[in-house]
Nanobody, 119 residues
Framework: VQLVESGGGLVQPGGSLRLSCAASGFTFSSYDMNWYRQPPEKERELVATITDEGGAINYADSVKGRFTISRDNAKNTVYLQMNSLKPEDTAVYYC?????????????WGQGTQVTVSS
């Protein structure tokens, strides 16, 4: 199983970025996918979730109306479109999903991609 994030970088406040998470090694279309972030010196927090077929989406209150999660099951990729970025969006962004085997959870994380919002 592999999750590889890309698309992070330095952007000015009010700018936009699009993160991608390329998945491999598992049946991508069978799993809900999530974006988390970890700001400097803070705990990791859930940003957005999309169900396996994209039928349901949830966002953290702090990003509602600015971020959009989507997925392309044909490309095994989940995206996070981030608009109207604020300095407080600065964080390492991670792709994540949970699988179950023998009634036990197994969590999978990508390596993360840095997003810095600064003038």
């Amino acid at each position: 199983v592999q999750l590889v994030e890309s698309g992070g970088g330095l952007v000015q406040p009010g700018g936009s970025l699009r993160l991608s998470c390329a998945a491999s090694g598992f049946t991508f279309s069978s799993y809900d996918m999530n974006w988390y972030r970890q700001p400097p010196e803070k705990e990791r927090e859930l940003v957005a979730t999309i169900t396996d077929e994209g039928g349901a989406i949830n966002y953290a209150d702090s990003v509602k109306g600015r971020f959009t999660i989507s997925r392309d099951n044909a490309k095994n990729t989940v995206y996070l479109q981030m608009n109207s970025l604020k300095p407080e969006d600065t964080a390492v962004y991670y792709c994540y999903f949970r699988a179950w085997a023998d009634y036990r959870p197994r969590d999978y994380w990508g390596q993360g991609t840095q997003v810095t919002v600064s003038s």
